[in-house]
């Protein structure tokens, strides 16, 4: 199919909107328009047409934007403009980016967003492989016996999470390694060995590294990060 003629979901992903199958719930919602008429699943977007979600209009040109930002607590990772606190609008950037995977709002710290819909797609689909280190802050001394039991696996959300690498910072402070993500996984496995979770920051996905960005501030991708990113 020419570039001038994409599937509307493949459109939708190339904006950075969301994901493919993201756009294909959108879709089926009737939350997206196509020349001012509500689309439906199959509809290509010619050249110059007229695209919005909830009555935004949406650039399809896929101009490839890579952003690391230090999310502040209380910012939730969505795109959704209906959520008042969506990172999106938080950000403002000129040009539409999506968020990469999710942090909970109560958490701070590194999130990837880009307007590249083929990434969003590869890195969601690899998610079970990629790590991904936190500080974590909580309420009782940290034992060996509590790393040892989150190092091998937890049992929560009927599952028993996947071994990881942990290790002691502080009395009441660790670092934990994970190549997994489940909803809310690091609060829900300090909270089934007896624990709360009082603070909890992002430092790194993959290769890439929250350093010195305070919360609420961004920086782009370096050519060295980007690259890795893509390949």
């Not at 109560?106 to 967003?113: A, F, M, V």
């Amino acid at each position: 199919m020419p570039e001038s003629e994409r599937r509307i979901n493949k459109y939708l992903a190339d904006s950075g909107y969301c994901s493919r199958r993201e756009a294909d719930r959108l879709i089926a919602e009737g939350r997206v328009t196509l020349d001012g008429r509500v689309a439906v699943l199959g509809d290509r977007v010619a050249r110059g047409a007229r695209v919005e979600v909830d009555g935004r209009p949406l650039d399809g040109a896929g101009e490839k934007v890579y952003i690391l930002l230090n999310k502040p607590r209380g910012i939730v990772c969505t795109a959704d403009p209906r959520e008042p606190a969506n990172v999106v609008d938080y950000l403002g950037y000129p040009v539409r980016v999506y968020p990469v995977g999710r942090l909970d709002k109560d958490s701070e710290g590194l999130l990837l967003l880009t307007s590249d819909g083929d990434i969003v797609n590869r890195v969601l689909r690899a998610a079970e492989g990629h790590e991904k280190e936190y500080e974590v802050a909580v309420d009782r001394p940290v034992t060996a016996a509590f790393l040892e039991k989150m190092a091998a696996g937890v049992p929560i959300l009927d599952t028993v999470t996947l071994p990881c690498r942990v290790r002691r910072t502080g009395e009441r402070s660790f670092v934990i390694i994970l190549t997994q993500g489940l909803n809310r996984q690091i609060r829900r496995m300090c909270e089934a060995l007896g624990y709360n979770v009082t603070s909890l920051r992002r430092t790194r996905i993959m290769h890439m590294r929250l350093g010195g960005l305070k919360p609420g501030e961004w920086r782009e991708l370096t050519a060295e990060e980007r690259e890795k990113l893509v390949r």
